[in-house]
């Protein structure tokens, strides 16, 4: 089946172009269009998406505070938000992190980056530029909890869970991360679920959040 896209920004113009781009390509199609977060949360209810494609200044309720809506509801724990934006602000990064979003691009990607975007976040992974990645390590994944709390937390994690989270935290992809454990990618994916199942991470992105306000990881 083809990735379901609801297409989230208040300039028509710019939603008209999304979607003569992703519904060129076979894999994926918008479902969609809202031109505020209010409407973007209403029309995620109602047809589910796989991906909002979301900007983040828009007018009445913003795009940060919708991903925050939609991440936080149970029933569209299935829905990701990729975040699409001319301001591509450590703020902002720091604010769709925590608002649950999946990945953050700036609006100057190319068309390739784009889909290519789009397909990396659907497919479960987390997608950061290199901007927001920079933000993410300096200013937003520090550590955030009592060290003795997030110890027991870690505990409930193997050791080579908490070692393939790591490196995926280091921004490793599943295959270098095979490579350099001399495993399957098939087993370091499984490894990945299991560590998000028991750390009840929404996705790849929750969990390289995680492993750095635990200190797993340190920038």
């Given at each position: 089946m083809p990735i379901r896209v609801l297409l989230a920004d208040d300039q028509a113009l710019l939603r008209t172009t999304f979607r003569i781009l992703i519904d060129s390509c076979d894999d994926m199609e918008v479902v969609d269009e809202a031109a505020d977060g209010a409407q973007a949360v209403a029309r995620?209810?109602?047809?589910?998406?796989?991906?909002?494609?979301?900007?983040?200044?828009?007018?009445?309720?913003?795009?940060?505070?919708?991903?925050?809506?939609i991440c936080a509801?149970?029933?569209?724990?299935d829905v990701r938000v990729l975040i699409l934006t001319t301001f591509e602000?450590?703020?902002?990064?720091?604010q769709a992190l925590r608002a649950g979003a999946s990945g953050f691009l700036g609006k100057d990607v190319t068309a390739d980056a784009l889909l290519d975007g789009i397909r990396?976040?659907?497919?479960?992974?987390?997608?950061?530029?290199?901007?927001?990645?920079?933000?993410?390590?300096?200013?937003?994944?520090?550590?955030?909890?009592?060290?003795?709390?997030?110890?027991?937390?870690?505990?409930s994690l193997t050791t080579?869970?908490?070692?393939?989270?790591?490196?995926?935290?280091?921004?490793?992809?599943?295959?270098?991360?095979?490579?350099?454990l001399v495993v399957s990618p098939l087993t370091v994916r499984?490894?990945?679920?299991?560590?998000?199942?028991?750390?009840?991470?929404?996705d790849r992105a929750q969990?390289?959040?995680?492993?750095?306000?635990s200190g797993l990881v340190t920038p």
């Open positions: 995620t209810r109602a047809r589910r998406p796989d991906i909002v494609l979301m900007d983040i200044r828009m007018p009445g309720t913003d795009g940060l505070t919708a991903t925050t809506t509801d149970p029933e569209l724990a602000t450590d703020e902002y990064v720091a990396t976040v659907a497919g479960g992974e987390a997608l950061l530029s290199p901007t927001a990645t920079r933000a993410l390590i300096t200013q937003f994944l520090t550590p955030s909890r009592p060290p003795a709390a997030m110890a027991a937390i870690l505990d080579r869970e908490r070692e393939v989270m790591a490196m995926a935290a280091e921004g490793r992809s599943n295959g270098e991360i095979a490579d350099a499984t490894h990945i679920q299991r560590a998000m199942t028991k750390l009840n991470a929404r969990l390289v959040v995680f492993a750095y306000q």
